[in-house]
């Protein structure tokens, strides 16, 4: 049960990274990073580590957006 709460907020996590690419809207992955910590988290609590490891991309995901963007843009 806690892989697919994990799962969930993983996958609206990243539909909104998703929309973070658009220039100018780099600064909401300050909020879509602690998301997918607790996606994680629950992940890690799981049993197995399908949503661990999927929130684990979106994770770097969104840190690569920010780095690309300088860390606000």
Do not use: Q
């Not at 910590?37 to 890690?44: E, P």
């Not at 197995?48 to 840190?63: E, H, K, P, Y």
């Amino acid at each position: 049960m806690l892989n697919l709460a994990s799962i969930g907020i993983g996958a609206v996590t990243f539909f909104f990274a998703l929309f973070a690419f658009i220039p100018f809207l780099g600064w909401a992955n300050w909020f879509l990073i602690p998301m997918a910590l607790v996606g994680l988290v629950l992940g890690a609590l799981s049993r197995s580590s399908s949503g661990r490891n999927f929130n684990i991309f979106v994770l770097l995901v969104c840190i690569v957006r920010l780095s690309l963007g300088g860390g606000i843009f």
